[in-house]
């Protein structure tokens, strides 16, 4: 067991395998630490760094990941990521956003696994660092929220894969807005008026996707302002 194996939770979210773990999943010591952030928490590079690699490994491994290298040659590796954002052979600086966690590769759940190795190969425990990677980003992270909230209330009439889609949409959109609360606002009146042009146009169906745009903003717009 790690040394910091009675921290739960890092910026408030669970840590649903330290660094060191041995579980049913992992069967050799876990080589990074798993943050359970939710799909599309915007991930920073927790120090200067060159994005070395960008990788997608499908359904297996870590997914999508990014790996950067600090001047020193400290690796950090973030892996099972919805989409990263920084390219190969950028330099990002401490804080900048890298990625948007998300649940690929060989994965139980949402989260981000995050890993350090030295510049000799030797594993770094990443927890106390990790903390500067998974910043809860307020605002958005209520934004987020309902965003959860709100596809949960639709899961009587949209079928499960839809709604995972429609999640993993919602997830991807809110995190690559990025946005502050009176670009919300701009977005949220554009996206009702769409909704009530295209209401007399397609009938029926056109006047409750119109409904469900006003609801979707007005929510988010209550959400945040609330
Ligand atoms: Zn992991």
């Known amino acids: ?48 760094a060159t994005v070395t690699r960008v990788n997608d490994s499908g ?45 690929t590769g060989h994965s139980t759940g949402p989260h981000v696994h995050v890993q350090i190795v030295s510049d000799s190969g030797a594993l770094i ?39 995972s889609t429609l999640s993993a949409f919602l997830h991807d959109l809110i995190a690559v807005l990025n946005i502050n609360s009176a670009e919300i606002i701009t977005l949220a009146i554009v996206s009702c008026a769409g909704g009530m042009m295209i209401s007399p146009i397609i009938g029926d169906r056109g006047k409750w996707m119109g409904r469900l745009f006003i609801a979707f903003w007005g929510g988010i717009i209550w959400r945040v302002t609330t």
Do not use: C
């Open 125 to 163: 425990d990443p927890t106390p660092v990790a903390q500067l990677a998974a910043e809860p980003s307020g605002i958005m992270d209520h934004v987020r929220g309902f965003a959860d909230w709100f596809v949960g209330k639709e899961r009587d009439i949209i079928a499960g894969p839809v709604r």
């Open 1 to 48: 067991m790690a040394e910091d194996a009675m921290i739960t939770r890092i910026n408030g979210y669970p840590i649903s395998a330290g660094f060191g773990d041995i579980d049913s999943v992992h069967k050799i010591p876990h080589k990074g630490v798993d943050i359970a952030v939710p799909i599309g928490t915007p991930l920073h590079a927790i120090s200067d």
């Open 59 to 103: 359904a297996l491994g870590f997914g999508k990941s990014v790996r950067m290298k600090t001047e020193d040659g400290t690796e950090i590796i973030y892996g099972h990521l919805s989409r990263v954002t920084a390219q190969h052979g950028d330099h990002v600086s401490a804080g900048d956003i890298v990625a948007l966690s998300g649940n």
